[in-house]
């Protein structure tokens, strides 16, 4: 831990000096500045007679010595809130949206209240914008999304805030991590279209950054390898989890002279622009193109769309997740990372059937 102070103990029976570092003050973050105290203070605490510029750089030096701010009135430690804040990137995805409505009533149960993030927290720099609420008011965090290398991940494990992971994985993160096994979701996928004799498979996934979309892509092609599909005859695109980012791959997959004859979308979103674009092409789902999704949103069901789907147990993940975190909070975030893999159903419907004899 990086502090502004150290103490040097001396053991009576045995004289070898012991550094032991000291949690950080407003004092270090004031002198590593050059600033009054009262003027670290009122940057820290969102004071609007404070410059952006001089707010930037408290904030900046508080983060780097690990200096957490404490709030008014609760003494050196906050007591409990009772807030925990639910982190996500966007909401066009309906999945997150189900996955938000969950965690609140499974928190809500456990007695806690939802303070909704809405950012793509991707890097330190994005955690200082919240750094009054975090510090001050949440007692934890949910991560519904995070990039496989996050580095504001391992920044609140430095400062001790006790967080989890749901749906995706930060690689090398000791955080407790409440997912599906996408790899074995990958291979489920393409197992399903090869059994229905499709040989030329295309993979429209998510952004490489994340874990879904790496270990999705990872699942499929090595099971198709190891039934004989080369890697080559893959094709791969990898975006958004977008029905824009679908719609713009599947138009150019299905624009190709050998075009495939099966399509896996990383998400249902993405599955669905992708059948929007068959449909721009006047290729027929299932007869000349099956296409199937992950997450089974509610709309995959209904009877309009009938979309072949890898379904998540999105209540089961939430569920999970909050009784993690509180576990964690509970116990001054002190036991040991667990991760939880949760099963997987692969849910058949009218987009997905036999490959056509010829393309």
């Not at 330190?124 to 919240?130: E, G, I, P, S, V």
């Not at 790496?214 to 599909?229: E, K, N």
């Not at 893999?341 to 059937?353: A, N, V």
Request: glycine share 8%; net charge neutral; proline share 5%.
């Amino acid at each position: 831990m990086q502090s502004g102070v150290k103490l040097r103990l001396v053991n009576a029976k045995d004289p070898t000096d012991i550094d032991v570092a000291v949690a950080p003050t407003l004092h270090d973050v004031a002198t590593r500045l050059g600033l009054a105290v009262s003027t670290v203070s009122r940057a820290l605490s969102g004071h609007p007679a404070i410059s952006d510029k001089t707010r930037s750089a408290v904030q900046a030096a508080a983060a780097e010595l690990g200096y957490r701010l404490p709030t008014q009135g609760r003494g050196s430690r906050k007591s409990a809130t009772h807030l925990v804040g639910v982190v996500v990137g966007a909401m066009h995805n309906r999945f997150m949206t189900v996955l938000l409505e969950h965690l609140h009533h499974a928190l809500e149960g456990l007695g806690y209240q939802v303070v909704l993030l809405i950012d793509s927290m991707t890097a330190t720099k994005d955690l200082l914008a919240f750094r009054p609420l975090i510090d001050g008011y949440l007692d934890g965090i949910i991560f519904a999304t995070a990039t496989i290398d996050s580095p504001l991940v391992f920044e609140l494990q430095r400062r001790g805030i006790p967080c989890v992971l749901v749906v995706r994985s930060v690689d090398d993160a000791n955080v407790d991590t409440v997912e599906i096994d996408n790899i074995h979701a990958g291979s489920e996928a393409v197992r399903h279209l090869f059994e229905l004799g499709h040989r030329r498979i295309g993979l429209v996934m998510g952004p490489a950054s994340t874990s879904t979309s790496r270990d999705r892509v990872r699942g499929a092609m090595d099971w198709l390898q190891r039934h004989g599909v080369p890697a080559a005859d893959v094709h791969l695109v990898q975006g958004d989890y977008t029905h824009e980012a679908g719609y713009s791959a599947g138009m150019a997959m299905l624009g190709q002279a050998q075009r495939v004859t099966a399509i896996v979308g990383g998400n249902d979103t993405i599955a669905l622009g992708v059948l929007e674009a068959a449909r721009r092409k006047g290729i027929a789902v299932p007869s000349q193109l099956s296409v199937i999704g992950f997450d089974d949103m509610p709309l995959a069901g209904s009877p309009l769309i009938g979309l072949t789907s890898i379904r998540q147990p999105v209540e089961a993940m939430a569920r999970t997740a909050a009784q993690r975190l509180v576990d964690r909070m509970q116990s001054h975030n002190l036991r040991p990372a667990r991760r939880d893999i949760l099963p997987i159903e692969l849910i058949r419907r009218d987009t997905t059937g036999p490959a056509p004899a010829q393309v």
